[in-house]
């Protein structure tokens, strides 16, 4: 695919210093030579012809453009003196709106005069919602105008780096050679072995494979992801296994399409008011495992139990359908208020978005502010489900109005509902008492070692492309990472993913090397990497030029080839290489700075952001640098900032603050990654001399999440904010590329949705 240059106008203007201010406070940016393009392609030029017709009027002149004023958000409330952008201006931008500065990579729109710099916020928002073709521009599909806008994204993270990749491995997958079939479907990160084996077949005297994960299986196989912020990978596998017929498939290539095998027919109509509702008619051939039909109904059942009351007094989110027309007064129906006031909302028995409009025909409409959703097919992506097993004897009904529960559905024993009950039983069922939709179904479940043993399911009609299962049995259990090796030449498990590191990949090399009769291995490139990750909102992590700082001053090619033995690299932002966008992205000249190792570049982007200064005000000649930051500037959890031993603070001098380039580092222990990074960041040489000081606390993974997320775990949060540097691991692995909502600037969204915590100032429009 072809992408065409982002459009307008070309600035020659240099980088707005205000560019990188996160947490309110304001940032100089990095030196002012433009970014390295990344190395995999070079940037192509537009032909002068394209270029010159791209700009719909003449680029003003540098001198004659007003720029949007950023300053501290300290004081300020949200609503009344600020805003987000994206709110202001951002449903009636168009990608041919923007603006793009050739030399850094920067996105600009112009409204009344003043030109806008647009943040992180406001791009991963149009992302996702702005993708409609503009009339008579270069782009051609929706695909392009994503492409487009996540190419700019990326660039903007880039240049901000709200958190430092450090390395991404190579991983290797390796098979029994009886399982034949790997090789001409292999997996990939979108694409795992329990995916992928419906494709394979068994040479093994039994027809069966034995898979493994070094996560136990919960035992939550039915639905995995109910009741649990973040489900086992086994017990995903599993669910995976057991649950097919999917109106919406992931593909092998990571996108989205509608289910030839169980969709009949389709249809997506936006509507006269901006809803946008999609209608879909299954094939009436559909049965279960144990031959019982498939209706409309099954497909509907886990969205309205999750929506309300039922289903969260069993554990649920209640969320199910959030986006869709008539949620808020579904969610507020008890089973006796229909019609009644709950906090604003008028209750209803009915899910007015939702019809069941015949036995195989069902449709979602969805509100107008999720219309224009990208990924909006997923909308219309629902799995069966047996009625019974979830809600007993209750049935679904539509009168003509929405879909509903018939009132046995809401029964109660005392305060507590009794088909919660019921809901909390399905998700731990492991019997054929309930009929499975998927390639398997479960014959038995080891509650002493928690493995399970899943048998073919000879009704199940086929995957996306109609493919059946030829492996007549799957025994998935707990595999230890120390003795997995040894388990997999012993015979006791026939697929071994994920391999990653020197020493492990290269026993596996020369296993496939020395006996290739035994044993087959694939690889492929990690969609994700470790990294060192920051609250960028507290401390000296908050400026862009810190964390700049800290980037040039580690060596991360060494870095990533040390930790991987030599099996992967690193990025230069939050993608995977393998990814269409990205693709596309560098077809387009995608700029990115790869933060080349040096420390007169570090000192050079801390000195042009002031930290030019010691603890009492003086200017800095040695030692930790500090910034100075006036006092009606500075938030209250920075004024008590300093480290971990307290040997450096926050110091107050006349009307000003100081604050100690002082990053306090949680590193989670028994950890290689954790070890590396004492020489590679705390005790690096660069570091120390461009006037850091680094200090670590080592603990468990989950009270490190608990001091990211300052409480949100529960689990051992002081109450103080201290940490601002955090190392573990981020994924691209999802079909869906979303960030919306993560870098918000809204306070009452901020602490639930914060990917890196960050309040980047571009994204504030000043309402006065």
């Known amino acids: 695919m072809k992408l065409k240059k982002v459009l307008s106008a070309l600035l020659t203007v240099a980088m707005v210093a205000t560019l990188a201010a996160c947490g309110g406070q304001t940032s100089a940016p990095a030196p002012t030579e433009a970014p390295d393009i990344e190395s995999e392609a070079p940037a192509t030029e537009a032909p002068a012809e394209e270029t010159a017709a791209e700009s719909t009027e003449a680029a003003p002149e540098a001198s004659d453009v007003v720029y949007a004023e950023q300053k501290p958000l300290v004081g300020a409330e949200y609503g009344t003196d600020y805003t987000s952008l994206y709110d202001q201006f951002g449903k009636d931008v168009s990608i041919a709106d923007v603006i793009e500065d050739e030399e850094t990579g920067l996105a600009y729109i112009d409204r009344d005069g003043v030109r806008y710099e647009l943040g992180l916020d406001f791009l991963t928002m149009a992302m996702v919602y702005n993708t409609a073709v503009p009339d008579g521009g270069y782009w051609e599909t929706e695909d392009d105008v994503y492409a487009t806008w996540w190419k700019l994204y990326i660039q903007r993270w880039n240049i901000l780096l709200p958190e430092i990749p450090l390395y991404s491995n190579e991983y290797y997958d390796v098979y029994n050679a009886q399982i034949k079939g790997v090789e001409d479907h292999p997996t990939n990160p979108y694409w795992g072995p329990a995916n992928a084996l419906i494709d394979w077949s068994s040479e093994k005297e039994d027809n069966s494979i034995i898979l ?8 939550r196989l039915r639905a995995s992801s109910f009741g649990v912020s973040s489900p086992g990978a086994g017990d995903l596998d599993v669910e995976n296994l057991i649950t097919g017929l999917e109106t919406v498939s992931t593909t092998k290539e990571g996108g989205y399409e509608y289910n030839d095998t169980v969709v009949a027919s389709h249809e997506d109509v936006i509507n006269d008011d901006g809803t946008r509702t999609f209608t879909v008619t299954l094939k009436d051939d559909l049965v279960f495992s144990d031959g019982s039909p498939v209706t409309a109904k ?30 808020d007064a579904f969610h507020a129906y008890d089973g006796t208020n229909d019609g009644a006031d709950v906090d604003g909302v008028t209750a209803s028995k009915v899910f007015s978005g939702i019809r069941l409009l015949d036995d195989y025909t069902f449709s979602v409409t969805v509100g107008e502010d999720y219309a224009n959703y990208f990924y909006a097919i997923t909308y219309a992506g629902f799995s069966p489900q047996p009625l019974a097993l979830w809600v007993g004897d209750a049935d679904i009904l539509d009168d003509g109005q929405g879909v509903y529960f018939t009132d046995d559905f809401y029964a109660k024993d005392g305060d507590s509902y009794v088909a919660a009950e019921q809901i909390t039983n399905a998700v731990w069922d492991h019997t054929q008492d309930y009929p499975y939709s998927g390639p398997y179904m479960i014959e038995s479940w080891d509650e002493a070692d928690h493995s399970v043993v899943l048998t073919v399911n000879e009704n199940f009609k086929g995957n996306y492309e109609g493919t059946k299962p030829q492996i007549e049995k799957v025994v998935y259990k707990r595999i230890i990472s120390e003795t997995q090796l040894a388990d997999f030449t012993s015979g006791g498990v026939d697929v071994l993913s994920g391999i990653t590191g020197g020493d492990e990949t290269d026993e596996v090399i020369a296993l496939v090397e020395d006996q290739p009769d035994k044993y087959v291995a694939t690889h492929y490139s990690r969609a994700g990497y470790g990294k060192l990750g920051f609250r960028a909102d507290l401390g000296p992590a908050q400026f862009a030029s810190v964390r700049q700082a800290i980037a040039y001053c580690m060596d991360r090619a060494t870095f990533a080839k040390d930790f991987t033995g030599g099996y992967g690299g690193v990025t230069d932002g939050p993608y995977y290489t393998g990814s269409w966008m990205y693709q596309a992205a560098v077809a387009d000249g995608m700029l990115l700075n790869a933060y080349d190792t040096s420390v007169d570049k570090a000192i050079e982007v801390l000195e042009a952001d002031g930290w030019v200064y010691d603890a009492e005000g003086n ?32 110091t107050q001098v006349g009307d000003n603050y100081y604050m100690p380039l002082v990053l ?45 997320t300052q409480g949100g775990y529960g689990v051992s949060y002081s109450g103080t904010p201290t940490y ?3 190392n573990f691991a981020t994924g691209f692995t999802s079909a869906a590329y979303d960030y919306s909502w993560n870098m918000t600037i809204d306070p009452s969204r901020y602490d639930d949705n914060s990917s890196y915590y960050i309040k980047d100032a571009a994204d504030v429009y000043w309402l006065k």
Do not use: H
């Not at 493994?212 to 035992?219: A, V």
């Not at 309205?304 to 007094?313: E, F, I």
């Not at 006036?630 to 031993?645: C, E, G, L, N, R």
């Open 619 to 650: 200017p800095y000649e040695s030692g930790v640098r500090y910034k100075q930051i006036p006092a009606d500037q500075m938030y209250d959890s920075d004024k008590t900032y300093a480290s971990v031993d307290g040997a450096y603070k926050v």
């Open 664 to 708: 306090n580092w949680y590193g989670t222990s028994d950890n290689e990654f954790t070890d590396l990074l004492v020489t590679g960041f705390m005790n690096n040489d660069n570091i120390t001399a461009a006037g850091f000081v680094v200090q670590q606390t080592v603990g468990d993974f989950n009270p490190m999440l608990d001091e990211l």
């Open 298 to 327: 099954n497909y509907l059942v886990y969205t309205l139990l999750n929506a309300g009351p039922v289903g969260m007094q069993a554990g649920g989110t209640g969320n199910s359908g959030l986006t869709y027309v008539g949620y």
């Open 212 to 219: 493994g994960n070094t996560t136990e299986l919960s035992g």
């Open 724 to 726: 601002n540097c955090f």
